[in-house]
């Protein structure tokens, strides 16, 4: 995956938008918790309305930043990937029960494999979150694996796995988006850093010229 940031020239916009959608997940995950098996189905509505919602935005995000961040592109692919399976999932509500854990799963693991993917470039710009956003994004990765192989021997149930994937790539999109506002100030400190260094460098200089009339 190519760096996320392009230039530290260049500040974030919008970098709430990844913590609206992050929210979202967190709080959908949360309430799947208390659905029963049996109308697991009938949540088809809920994922439609969590990717469409949530891939509308990212759309907007990636656009907005194409400047700012070199992997503006994932955010754009991963925004179209949920609102095309929103689209898909509500133009059929009645998808199976064996087919929609896939297509929920696949989806998910889409997603923290991004995140994943902008933890490393978290830790070459020596961010410290990057190893949270790492671990919630392999946790994530993890669930949605398990979602899409509905291995029996875990013991856990389908409505359990589901809110586990979308609970934590809920948590690695809010934390990634936390740190993207730290960014967002970047290139005002490093502006203010600049100037320092230039006033300080004038003044070596003119110290170093005072002596040569001296001497």
Same mark, same amino acid.
């Given at each position: 995956?190519?760096? !996320? ?24 995950? %949360? ?50 990937? %949920? ?28 997603? %923290?494999?991004?995140? !994943? ?43 359990? !796995? ?15 988006? !936390? ?37």
């Amino acid at each position: 995956m190519s760096t !996320l940031f392009l230039t530290i020239s260049n500040a974030v916009k919008h970098w709430y938008v990844p913590l609206i959608f992050g929210i979202l997940f967190v709080i959908f995950g %949360s309430y799947i918790f208390t659905v029963p098996l049996e109308t697991y189905a009938g949540l088809s509505v809920l994922f439609s309305i969590s990717f469409l919602v949530s891939g509308i935005l990212e759309i907007f995000f990636s656009i907005q930043n194409n400047k700012s961040l070199q992997g503006w592109g994932w955010f754009l692919v991963d925004g179209l990937l %949920s609102t095309a399976i929103g689209v898909y999932l509500i133009a059929n509500p009645g998808v199976s029960f064996a087919v929609l854990p896939f297509v929920v799963g696949f989806t998910l693991m889409f997603r %923290s494999f991004q995140l !994943l993917g902008f933890s490393f470039d978290m830790k070459s710009l020596k961010m410290l979150n990057w190893g949270n956003v790492a671990l919630t994004s392999v946790i994530g990765i993890l669930f949605s694996f398990l979602l899409i192989s509905r291995p029996i021997f875990t013991g856990m149930s389908l409505v359990t !796995l589901t809110a586990l994937a979308f609970i934590f790539v809920g948590i690695s999109t809010i934390l990634l988006s !936390l740190d993207l506002k730290k960014l967002k100030n970047f290139p005002e400190k490093i502006s203010h850093e600049l100037k320092d260094k230039i006033e300080s460098l004038r003044k070596e200089v003119d110290h170093a010229m005072k002596n040569n009339e001296k001497g």
